[in-house]
């Protein structure tokens, strides 16, 4: 039984697919076992990763769906992991190296059932780490303790297959495809830690065309998928200001949706309340941007 699966949800990504292929062959550790989901593909993935499963160079899942988008791709890939450990690396993503070594000695050093798994850094392909690295003296944290601490930046997640897969899975809203990965990620902090290993786990690079530079569309196109992503974040956000923010967020998304219930729906009804104007401030500046198909510009 292998220790680590990486799994890798792929739409429409066979020019870069290769590349995390590619990173995954030259492993020093070959401890893992790589899930490809291909969430409804119609630019060759199939044909592409069926060629590589013959090559027989590392040990390959694929399964294929009905496009769902990327949340409805975690929940299948969690459905389908056997091993003890596992982590999602995109599809235009790659790994050093030397990463699932890192990750599977790490975990046989210092993991046990006190910790839900392990937080890495991502980094450029130049080198530098996405946002900040962990303090030296943080052995362990919580993925929000981190960022409300004053920590910043993506960073790789290696959760236990056994602590994700107690928690709901992503809710599917018809005509939607997208719901914040962190939901899952929130629930989890609230019961567990993870240990903090301060070394690059994966080599990111963000697509023109991928979420992270086209959120106002993603809010404009999928209302109901992140009201109830702020629903969530209401109740486990600790800082006051996150609160309001999150609020306003949740009303500009419950505008869009056309939910006139927000307010009686709410978990934070007063800040809800006190967080409209800010709301129809933002929904009126997504509408904007989206009618002037405008994109945001994205800080790594």
């Known amino acids: 039984m292998k220790t680590l699966t990486v799994f890798t949800p792929a739409y429409n990504r066979a020019h870069t697919l290769g590349r995390t292929y590619d990173s995954l062959c030259r492993q020093t550790c070959k401890d893992f076992k790589w899930l490809i989901v291909d ?3 119609t630019d060759g ?3 592409l990763v069926n060629g590589w499963i013959a090559d027989d160079k590392i040990e390959i899942i694929y399964i294929y769906q009905e496009n769902q988008g990327m949340h409805g791709a975690h929940n299948t890939a969690y459905k389908h992991i056997d091993t003890e450990l596992n982590t999602c690396i995109d599809s235009d993503d790659w790994m050093p190296d030397d990463a699932v070594e890192k990750i599977v000695s790490f975990w046989k050093k210092n993991g046990s059932e006190k910790y839900a798994g392990i937080v890495g850094l991502d980094i ?3 080198e530098h780490v996405i946002g900040s690295a962990f303090p030296k003296d943080m052995k362990e944290t919580t993925l929000q303790g981190f960022y409300e601490s004053g920590g910043s930046g993506d960073k790789k997640l290696v959760y236990r297959t056994a ?3 107690q ?3 992503y809710p599917i809203f018809p005509g939607e495809k997208y719901v914040g990965l962190a939901y899952k990620y929130m629930l989890i902090d609230q019961d567990w830690k993870l240990l903090t290993l301060n070394k690059p786990l994966v080599i990111v690079e963000y697509q023109p065309d991928g979420s992270s530079f086209s959120m106002y569309k993603q809010y404009w196109n999928n209302p109901r998928g992140f009201a109830f992503f702020r629903t969530t974040e209401m109740m486990t956000t600790h800082k006051l ?8 967020h949740y009303v500009s998304s419950c505008i869009i949706s056309k939910n006139w219930k927000f307010v009686s729906e709410s978990p934070k009804k007063l800040v809800t309340i006190l967080a409209i104007p800010a709301g129809i401030m933002l929904f009126l500046l997504i509408r904007h941007k989206v009618k002037s ?6 800080k790594k």
């Open 39 to 41: 969430d409804g593909s």
């Open 124 to 126: 450029t392909e130049d």
């Open 167 to 169: 928690y709901p899975d």
């Open 241 to 248: 200001k996150r609160q309001f923010i999150v609020c306003a």
């Open 293 to 298: 198909d405008k994109q945001m510009k994205f």
């Open 45 to 47: 993935t199939r044909q």
């Open 163 to 165: 602590i994700i897969n």
